[in-house]
């Protein structure tokens, strides 16, 4: 009933940007916090940032000061601006989504199908 679709990875030099889009469509009545996970091959997966629906952002040590997270809540949209890209932020990254499909309905997470991001050196 819900769908999140990711775009806008790929493989880039270290050093270089990327700007990853997450849509959510379907059933909803309204997103709270949306947020960027990533995992590499052989890790658990991580929380790189999140904002709530009022625009307060959390982000990984890691990357905090290179990525920016941020929404268009009329499109139900998430976007992760990342900037000075390292090889270890190599890493598949999902969305996701806390969604309230009915006013009556308790919150539930989704997740989008992840976007691969390759960082060279």
């Known amino acids: 009933q819900v769908q999140l679709v990711e775009s806008g990875g790929g493989l880039v030099q270290a050093g270089g940007s990327l700007r990853l889009s997450c849509a959510a469509s379907?059933?909803?009545?309204?997103?709270?916090?949306m947020g960027w996970y990533r995992q590499a091959p052989g890790k658990q997966r991580e929380l790189v940032a999140t904002i709530t629906s009022g625009g307060s952002t959390n982000y990984a040590d890691s990357v905090k000061g290179r990525f920016t997270i941020s929404r268009d809540s009329a499109k139900n949209t998430v976007y992760l601006e990342m900037n000075s890209l390292k090889p270890e932020d190599t890493a598949a990254y999902y969305c996701n989504a806390e969604v309230r499909v009915t006013r009556f309905s308790a919150l539930q997470d989704y997740w989008g199908q992840g976007t691969q991001v390759t960082v060279s050196s």
């Open positions: 379907g059933l909803i009545f309204r997103i709270n916090d």
